[in-house]
């Protein structure tokens, strides 16, 4: 299973925002990361994520700690994941 880092692009199970794709910004403790969509493409805000709430896929952009969205989204255009990053996932309820 790919490892929660920069620029792992991650799949939102939770919240309004659950089955759309984000990437990790940077890496806040063990629990949290900072995450985007950017907000213009994916409808992800710059927000504080829990893990538990994110599932990494194996796709991978090339940033630095903290990027801009601006950033993202550059790096985002150059891997071609512009598309990809649009398409909404459908996440299935956890029965707890």
Do not use: W, Y
Not at 3 to 22: D, P, S
Not at 68 to 74: G, L
Not at 78 to 85: H, N, R, T, V, Y
């Amino acid at each position: 299973m790919p490892a929660f880092e920069v620029g792992r692009i991650c799949v939102k199970t939770r919240g309004r925002e659950a089955g759309r794709k984000c990437v990790i910004v940077d890496i806040i403790n063990e629990n949290f990361v900072l995450v985007t969509g950017p907000k213009n493409i994916t409808g992800v805000k710059r927000r504080r994520a829990n893990v538990k709430h994110l599932i990494p896929t194996n796709l991978k952009i090339e940033i630095e700690k903290g990027a801009s969205d601006e950033a993202v989204e550059k790096a985002l255009e150059s891997a071609g994941l512009i598309d990809e990053m649009r398409q909404p996932v459908k996440v299935e309820p956890k029965i707890i």
